[in-house]
C-alpha cells in the first residue's frame, strides 16, 4: 500500500521552529516530486514548498521564502521541511504530497499535479 506519512508538527511560539518530515511506505520517494501544502480553517489548501527527484531544483511561496528550506534525503525516503520563524499565519494542517513531474513554474502548487497525499499534520503557532 502506498502511503505518505508526516510528522514533526506542534504548537511553537511566534519566532520558533519546527522540522516537519514526510516519509513514505510501499513505494520509493527517490523518483517524485514532493509538495508540501498547508490548509487553515476555512480557507483553500495552497502550496508551500517543493523539490525535484533529485533535489537540485526548488520553489517556495512568497510568505515563506526566507523562512522555510525543504530537503530530501533520498537513503531515508523522507523529505523535510525546516521552519523558522514561524508566524501565527503559518498556522494550518500542513501535507506532503508525491508527484510524478517537476515545474518551475505556478503548476508546481496546483493539488492536481501530484498524486500521492498523507493524512497531515497540524501547525499551531501561538503564544
Known amino acids: 500500500q502506498l502511503q505518505l506519512v508526516e510528522s514533526g508538527g506542534g504548537l511553537v511560539q511566534p519566532g520558533g521552529s519546527l522540522r516537519l518530515s514526510c516519509a513514505a511506505s510501499?513505494?520509493?520517494?527517490?523518483?517524485?516530486?514532493i509538495g508540501w501544502f498547508r490548509q487553515a480553517p476555512g480557507k483553500e489548501r495552497e502550496g508551500v514548498s517543493c523539490i525535484s527527484s533529485s533535489g537540485g531544483s526548488t520553489n517556495y511561496a512568497d510568505s515563506v521564502k526566507g523562512r522555510f528550506t525543504i530537503s530530501r534525503d533520498n537513503a531515508k525516503n523522507t523529505v523535510y521541511l525546516q521552519m523558522n520563524g514561524l508566524k501565527s499565519e503559518d498556522t494550518a494542517v500542513y501535507y506532503c504530497?508525491?508527484?510524478?513531474?517537476?515545474?518551475?513554474?505556478?503548476?508546481?502548487?496546483?493539488?492536481?499535479?501530484?498524486?500521492?497525499w498523507g493524512q497531515g499534520t497540524q501547525v499551531t503557532v501561538s503564544s
Open positions: 510501499g513505494f520509493t520517494l527517490n523518483y517524485y516530486t
Open positions: 504530497a508525491a508527484g510524478l513531474a517537476y515545474f518551475s513554474d505556478w503548476r508546481w502548487g496546483s493539488l492536481g499535479k501530484y498524486n500521492y
